[in-house]
């Protein structure tokens, strides 16, 4: 993928209303014509507007201003000026959109997130046209010179922040197999590597139900201990975890021979969750042994077993879902698809990010 870009800062300015006209009306034999100065035209608006296909803000990092122009002047004849078209700003879903004080750059205020695809947010709005003199005619005054300017467009700083958007997504320390997984699943390619860290942003992919509908994965960077502090990528993509209705671990079972091993990594990616916000924890739905074709089957199959016992007794309540797959050999794929179509259906949307 292209560079990602999660953070950007954007001027727009919507257009300026029309200037209204003073004008009379002239015919021939009529010597003196009442006004018929017409209204100027509407400025545009700019909005920002969802797009389920989009990534990432890389399209704002590029183009930072956004101006619209002014509305049109109205003339004699009462014709009035052309209101300029609204400016609409394509942002993928989970983006949210901060005013910022122009001199201090601090947040204002937050103008709203974009959540559905089509979903439209106002962010800056147009000036109304001036009235032309026409309007101003009254019993004492019969031939007004005046006539409005237009109103002023707003303009605003904005920051725009992505906090991407899934139905699932993928978490676990890195070399998990995450990015392996996505791959097995959907038309996503992030890079693969046995080295850590090989996933530096969120990829998401489109999972296929059936022909009418698709699941959106989020390939998410691989955390470990003490990312909410900013180690490893840190609290740079742990935002990205928040949006997701469903969460699904990933532990992987290369060079494993005994269940407290997973539990380590278990517990230090699930420690990380809850430092960055108390309700992920409970997000994760399903835990999966990834890699299992580095194992022997009988050793994957007792590991499960072991692993769905140890985290019952953890919890004390409900059970945590556990299985094993292999995305090199496609182990236990279909039955994953099946059950992440199952657990998104089940789960509620996330709930509001924190404003961070
Ligand atoms: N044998 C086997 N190897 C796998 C499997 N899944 C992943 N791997 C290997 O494990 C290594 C790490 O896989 P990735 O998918 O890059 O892991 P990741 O979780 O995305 O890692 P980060 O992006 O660093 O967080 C790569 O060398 C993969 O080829 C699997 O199911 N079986
Ligand atoms: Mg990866």
């Known amino acids: 993928m292209k560079r990602f870009v999660d953070e950007v800062t954007v001027e727009v300015e919507a257009g300026h209303g029309g200037k209204g006209c003073v004008s009379f009306r002239r015919e021939k034999f009529i010597p003196r014509g009442g006004p018929d100065g017409g209204d100027g035209g509407k400025g545009g608006d700019v909005y920002l507007e969802g797009d389920g296909q989009g990534q990432s803000l890389l399209d704002l990092f590029y183009q930072r201003l956004y101006r619209v122009k002014r509305g049109g002047n109205g003339s004699g004849s009462n014709r009035h000026g052309a209101a300029s078209p609204d400016l609409v700003v394509r942002v993928p879903l989970g983006t949210e959109v901060w005013d910022l004080d122009r001199e201090t750059g601090e947040r204002l205020v937050k103008l709203g997130e974009i959540l559905e695809h089509g979903r439209r947010l106002l962010v800056a709005r147009g000036g109304r046209g001036g009235k032309g003199n026409a309007h101003f005619v009254s019993s004492t005054h019969r031939s007004p010179r005046f006539a409005q300017p237009g109103e002023e467009g707003e303009s605003r700083s ?45 990829h998401l992919g489109m999972m296929p139900v059936d022909g009418y509908r698709q699941i959106s994965l989020a390939d998410i960077p691989g955390l470990i201990a003490d990312a909410h502090r900013g180690s490893g990528l840190g609290t740079r993509f742990l935002k990205h975890v928040e949006r997701n209705r469903v969460l699904v671990h990933l532990v992987s079972l290369r060079d494993r021979t005994e269940v407290d091993g997973l539990l380590t990594d278990y517990r230090t990616v699930m420690t990380e969750l809850a430092s960055y916000r108390a309700d992920l924890p409970d997000r994760v739905r399903l835990v999966l042994l990834s890699q299992c074709d580095t194992v022997t089957p009988a050793t994957a199959a007792e590991l499960t077993a072991a692993m769905r016992h140890r985290l019952a007794a953890e919890t004390g309540g409900e059970p945590r879902e556990v299985m094993a797959v292999s995305a090199a050999t496609g182990a236990g794929i279909e039955a994953l698809r099946r059950r992440l179509i199952a657990l998104v259906d089940a789960a509620a949307p996330a709930p509001p990010v924190f404003d961070s």
Do not use: C, E
């Open 158 to 202: 904005l920051r725009v922040v992505l906090k991407v958007m899934a139905d699932a997504g993928l978490v676990g320390l890195p070399n998990a197999g995450k990015s392996t997984l996505i791959t097995a699943l959907s038309a996503a390619r992030p890079k693969i590597a046995s080295y850590p860290f090989t996933t530096l942003h969120p």
